[in-house]
Nanobody, 115 residues
Framework: QVQLVESGGGLVQSGGSLRLSCVAS????????MGWYRQAPGKERELVAT???????NYADSVKGRFTISRDNAKRTVYLQMNSLKPEDTAVYYC?????????WGQGTQVTVSS
């Protein structure tokens, strides 16, 4: 089992920044990819960014150039640095850890961007 705990969400004005953190515990040796997803009210959950074990990253077009995903393996932590936030970034952000055939999810952290 893998447990993921997010933190760092909150309320910020448009143009501001936040950094989300996700700490992993348990059998993390099987995890190959870590990522962040988000779900806005009335919308489906969508991919924000992922980072693979080798360090390669992938971003949704809507956040490219504004968000940066990184991982600190020693701390078992994945970060999402969010800059130039927009009201449309408002959502619950979920940490995700994936291995072959299964995905783990955190409980989510709310990010609200006011205009």
């Amino acid at each position: 089992q893998v447990q993921l705990v997010e933190s760092g969400g909150g309320l910020v004005q448009s143009g501001g920044s936040l950094r989300l953190s996700c700490v992993a515990s348990g059998s993390i040796f099987s995890i190959t990819t870590m990522g962040w997803y988000r779900q806005a009210p009335g919308k489906e959950r969508e991919l924000v960014a992922t980072v693979f074990n080798g360090g390669r990253t992938n971003y949704a077009d809507s956040v490219k150039g504004r968000f940066t995903i990184s991982r600190d393996n020693a701390k078992r932590t994945v970060y999402l640095q969010m800059n130039s936030l927009k009201p449309e970034d408002t959502a619950v952000y979920y940490c995700n850890g994936a291995r072959i055939g299964f995905a783990y999810w955190g409980q989510g952290t709310q990010v609200t961007v006011s205009s």
